[in-house]
């Protein structure tokens, strides 16, 4: 099972390539943007609100990473 998935979104007039792990042990997804240091995206199911930790902000707000993240992987929560 293919547990990783790769996306490009044009932010700000530019492309933006977002390399996604999805942990099972975890389960969080390991964020790289462009190559550079990574970040953790979580869904906390009591809140039902999507963070990121472990690193720098995201290029896109929260809610939209999530979005796409969500999509790539073809689940929504």
């Excluded at 472990?54 to 999509?71: C, Y």
């Amino acid at each position: 099972m293919d547990l990783s998935r790769e996306f490009t979104q044009e932010i700000d007039g530019g492309p933006i390539h977002f390399k996604v792990s999805y942990d099972p042990q975890t389960h969080v997804f390991k964020v790289v943007e462009d190559n550079k240091p990574h970040y953790t995206l979580t869904f906390n199911p009591t809140t039902r609100e999507w963070t990121t930790i472990d690193g720098p902000e995201p290029s896109i707000p929260v809610d939209q990473l999530a979005h796409l993240v969500q999509k790539s992987f073809g689940v929504f929560v």
